[in-house]
């Protein structure tokens, strides 16, 4: 069984701040994990993965993840915000085929 | 077209209405979901269809009915729907397989159809 926790329900932060989303995990098994994005009536756009290697990881819209194995957490960083990042962000676990959700992160980047 | 699509992207039905959700990929791939998203919970997965055979049913109501004719279409039948199955359904599709992770992008997600159970 495997499951994620997101923390922070909601996050503001005013637009040019960093921003760090948090995400804890737990799994019997090796795990894949990824971040996904919600914009408004829109479904999920995968930010970035973590399969293997390098435990920093890149991805799309200037977003960066470091999994941390001791600590189980695969929190999600920006330097620097943009209003257009204001979403719901997804962290998510996969284990056995099965892809397993957290509850959601909503960011709202402020002027 | 590309990714992943679904329709209609929003239902109004009455609890005695019998309507259809269809979702269509056009990745290639050879796994199809359904997940339900409701406001305040973690998205649930619903269920998966593998090479067009249903490998999971999460413990769904048999009010909703899943359908795979073949790996690039999935549909999802209601009937008597109640209000509390309001909610987001998101169709997604992947590329299962030895390796694919390497290769493949995760799970790719349709814009989801928006439920209304009235």
């Known amino acids: 069984a495997q499951s994620v926790t997101q923390l922070d329900s909601q996050v503001p932060v005013f637009e040019e701040a960093p921003v760090e989303l948090r995400c804890n995990y737990s799994s019997s098994v090796s795990v894949y994990l990824f971040w996904y994005v919600q914009y408004p009536n829109q479904g999920l756009q995968l930010l970035l993965k973590?399969?293997?290697?390098?435990?920093l990881v890149k991805g799309i819209n200037g977003f960066e993840a470091e999994f941390n194995k001791s600590q189980t957490s695969f929190h999600l960083r920006k330097p620097s915000v943009h209003i257009s990042d204001t979403a719901e962000y997804f962290c998510a676990v996969e284990g056995g085929n099965k892809l397993t959700f957290g509850t959601g992160t909503q960011l709202k980047v402020e002027l | 077209e590309t990714g992943v699509t679904q329709t209609p992207r929003h239902l109004v039905m009455g609890m005695t209405n019998k309507k259809s959700l269809k979702c269509e990929q056009h990745l290639g791939h050879n796994a199809m979901y359904w997940y339900k998203q409701s406001a305040k919970k973690p998205l649930e997965l619903m269920f998966v269809y593998n090479f067009k055979e249903q490998t999971e049913n999460n413990s769904v109501p048999s009010r909703f009915s899943p359908e795979c004719p073949n790996s690039s279409h999935l549909f999802l039948h209601l009937h008597t729907l109640q209000p509390e199955d309001s909610a987001l359904y998101l169709c997604a599709s992947s590329q299962e397989g030895p390796g694919h992770k390497d290769v493949s992008y995760g799970y790719t997600f349709g814009s989801g159809t928006r439920l209304t159970v009235v």
């Open positions: 973590y399969l293997s290697g390098s435990t």
